[in-house]
């Protein structure tokens, strides 16, 4: 993508801020509909000709007036029978026509809805992480939902009305020509009028329709307001009901009188088209009798089909106004689903970016200076950290929370980039390593797994989706969650309930783990992977990661030093910066910041294990905590 747009996490949904893209969306819809260039056009052809066949009924009428009812010689029945077939016939082709029609806009339009949900959707994944977390995952969803499924009134509903009623309004002209060209300009001078307070009136109804909007609104926050649970008490104990009460009474008053204009507005509108209808033809008579009675030969013939076609002028005005209010908020529709769009990813691919070779036992992962900011953040989250990880080693990153140790496991895999400095695996910096390559040689597992509302096969297989059922099976086996699988009566297909509620956090975590076994990664990432569970639970997932760790490289981001106390190298993150280094007995002897971490959190050895509910003490005993007295 080349075009320049706003970067990643730079979005917002704000009116103000789809104000500038406005302008070019118009010529930005077009192109989305070229691959079906064939289909739009036999639409248009179809919506052309049903537009127009509507003239011949009432140019018929001449001829059924002059040629057949009253004919010089007489009535003409067998003209007159011919006249009628036809006449009766037309409607009825045209309503087969219009279901073609129908039909081809519709697919036409529902195609280039897939085509953009498509493309949102691949372009969606394409953007980093920052993207998502500024974002609100709701607003996403809604303008991939509602927002791409709404652009198709467009397409369907808005554009064939616009193409219709020129057609229709073009086409009554110039039948009213073929009639007569005086009365033509007759019904042409009203055309003005009658659009002058069309226009007029809709506006008033639109503004009246925002206000009633906005009553309402009004309303119901302010029901919602005060009669929560907490809104009610609050009323209640400050003794305000009958305030209360009188601006509920005050809203109320305002948005009946709003819909009674509404209302009037609406039936206003109505007679001013009935007017119309009925007035113009009147002054068509007058005009013709002044005609006649200057020697101007028209035929009966001739006015009544020429008022018949009159209603057919005013009648595409009015839908013309209507459809163009529609198609600014369509537009505004398609604004939202192209700011997504024009988010540039700025986590991409390099032109000259390499694979790592497919085979290779560890890899060394190696930060050099890294400084790195959040997007918008005042600070640096991390303020020159250099580390390194050898392969096959437990490198274990501890410290305060906020200390900027998730920030480090996010640009391994370059979920983010670095600021400044580098990340390099094996020598080469991530920056230049196709994510492909990068993602297969990283796994990761964290606090809080996520499973997919799928069997626990697919939750598995996720992890390689060529796996077989053996490689699954082994998998599953390595990470101790293999047994409890089978005692589940569908076993492997067992349905994960949504977000995995049917399984404990444990089992959750197992079966994370099982997922990325199966991925083999050669560098692993562990952020809190034991942290959220209880104490037999985290020995089964210690267990399991114990097998997940094996020869690979391993970056262990841990609140409990139990869980690290056999790392190779502990780092101690504080404040964006790697403040001690070194073993669990360097460290302790050092007397810094980690000994008063473990000072702090094991009593100096004599616990072992620190749990919610309790202690296990060196000794092997258990030392139960103190719970509050319900
Ligand atoms: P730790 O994992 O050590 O608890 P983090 O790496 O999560 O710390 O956070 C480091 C710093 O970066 C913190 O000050 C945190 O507030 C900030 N931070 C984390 N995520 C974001 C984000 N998405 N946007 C802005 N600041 C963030």
Known sequence: MTAPGPRSGAVSGTPAALAHVNRDTARRVVPLFRPYRAQVAAVVGLIVVTSTIGIINPL???VVFNKALFAPGGPNLRLLVILVAIMAIIPIVNGAIGILQTYKTTRVGQLVMRDLR??????????????????????????LANDVGGVQSVVTTTASTILANVVIFVSTIVAMFILSWQLTIVAVITVPVFFWLTKMVGERRRQVARSTQESLAAMSALSEETLSVSGVLLAKVFGNQARDATRYHEENQRLAGLEVRQQMIGQGFYAIV???????????????????????????????????????????????????????????LFDRVFEYLDVVP???????????????????????????????????????????????????????SGAGKTTISYLIPRLYDVTGGSVQIDGVDVRHV?????????????????????????????????????EIGEAARAAYIHDRIMEFPDGYDTIVGE???????????????????????RILILDEATSALDTASEREVQKALDALM?????????HRLSTIVNADVINVIDAGRVVESGTHRSLLRQDGVYASLYQEQFEGGK????????????????RHRQTQPA
């Open 346 to 400: 700025d986590i991409v691919d390099a032109p000259d970016a390499v694979d790592f070779p497919a085979i290779s036992s560890g890899s060394r992962v190696t930060l050099r200076e890294v400084h790195f900011r959040y997007p918008g953040a005042p600070v640096d989250a991390l303020a020159g950290v250099n580390l390194k990880a050898d392969p096959g080693q437990l490198v274990a990153l501890v410290g305060p």
């Open 274 to 332: 009935q007017s119309f209808l009925s007035i113009t033809p009147a002054a068509v008579y007058l005009v013709a009798g002044l005609l006649l009675a200057h020697g101007t030969a028209i035929s009966a013939g001739t006015v009544v089909a020429f008022t018949t076609l009159q209603t057919r002028l005013y009648f595409p005005i009015g839908q013309l106004l209507q459809v163009s209010v529609e198609l600014r908020s369509s537009l505004a």
């Open 434 to 470: 196709r994510q492909a390559s990068l993602a297969a040689t990283i796994g990761f597992v964290t606090q809080e797994s996520y499973l997919f509302h799928d069997s626990i096969l697919a939750n598995i297989r996720y992890g390689r989706p060529a796996a077989s059922m053996a």
């Open 607 to 622: 616990v072992q294990w620190r749990c919610p509910d309790g202690d296990i003490m060196a000794d092997g005993t258990i």
């Open 60 to 62: 018929l009428i001449q």
């Open 499 to 521: 977000r995995g509620y049917r399984l404990s956090g444990g089992e959750k975590q197992r079966l994370a783990i099982a997922r990325v076994l199966l991925h083999d990664p």
């Open 550 to 558: 094996g020869s690979r490289t391993t970056i262990a981001i841990a």
């Open 118 to 143: 498509d493309r949102l959707y691949s372009h969606l994944q394409t953007l980093p992480l920052a993207f998502f977390t500024d974002t609100k995952t709701g607003e996403i969803q809604s303008r």
